[in-house]
C-alpha cells in the first residue's frame, strides 16, 4: 500500500471505521474487484475477494456497493456474493438493492438513434466481439487487439463518436481498453454525491477504483473518505492511496474486515 496524500493517516481511518456509526465501501468491478478479460462475461473477481466480500457482509454494518459502467444486473451474477450487494450500473443511472431496480429514465429519441447507429457502427468496424451493448449507451473494446490496430481504432472511434453525438445529451468517455458512449451527467461520481446524502454524519466511506471513469468518484469523495486507486501500475490520480492487486487489495479488503469485526465485538458486549 501506498500513500498519495501528504498527511494521510491510514491507521487512523481504520479506527474511525471500527467507531463510525454507519460505514460504506464503494467499489468499481472491472480491474479493481477483477482482472480484465477479452470475454467480459468471464472476468471473474481475483481468488479470495469474493470470499472476503462475503466475511465483510456476514461481520454486518457495512453496506457493500459495487458501482460500474456495466448493466447492473449483470454484475450481480459476475460477483457471486450469497447476499447481493446494491449495485449501481450504467455509471450510475440504473441503481439496484434490496431486489428493487431504479432507472433515470428512457432516453431523448435523438440519444437513442445515436446509440442504435453507433452499435451498427462498431459491429461493422470492429465486428460483434468489440461491440458492448448498455440499457444506455454502448462501448467499442479493443484490449485483445495489438497495440498498432488498437491505436487506429481508438481514432476512429473517437472521431465517430463525437461526430454521431454532437446535438444529443450523450458524452464520449474513454476508459481502460476502450471508448464509449454514455448520457451526459451519469458518473460516478454522481454516485458518491448521492450515498453520501443517504449516510449519516460520521460515517466511514472508501472508493475503490481503477480508471478514468473512477476519477469522479474520487474527487466528489475528496475530504469526505478515503479514495482507493487499485492497479498493477500507478497512473495520474486524484486518489489517496495506491493499491497493487490481489494482493494489497486483500490486504485492504483484510483490515477493513478487523476493523468491522471488532465494532460488531464491542457493541455486542454492550
Known sequence: MRLLRQGLDLDGFFERLRDAPARALVLDYDGTLAPFRERRESALPYPGV???????????????????????????????????????GSHGRERSRDGRRE??????????????????????????????????????????????????????AIERFRSATAGTDLEVLEFEGGVEVRPRGDHKGAVIERLLEEFPRGAAVAYLGDDQTDEDAFAALAGKGLSVLVRKALRPTAADLWLKPPEELLEFLRRWLEASSLSSSGRGKG
Open 103 to 156: 432507472t433515470g429514465g428512457e432516453l431523448p429519441e435523438a440519444d437513442r438513434r445515436a446509440l442504435s447507429v453507433l452499435a451498427g457502427w462498431i459491429a461493422g468496424e470492429a465486428g460483434e466481439s468489440a461491440l458492448e451493448r448498455k440499457p444506455f449507451g454502448v462501448a467499442v473494446h479493443w484490449r485483445d487487439r495489438a497495440p498498432l490496430d488498437a491505436a487506429r481504432l481508438r481514432q476512429r
Open 50 to 88: 469474493r470470499e472476503m466480500l462475503h466475511a465483510i457482509q456476514a461481520a454486518g454494518e457495512t453496506l457493500l456497493v459495487l458501482v460500474s459502467g456495466r448493466p447492473a444486473e449483470s454484475l450481480e451474477g459476475l460477483i457471486g456474493l450469497s447476499r447481493a450487494p446494491e449495485v449501481w
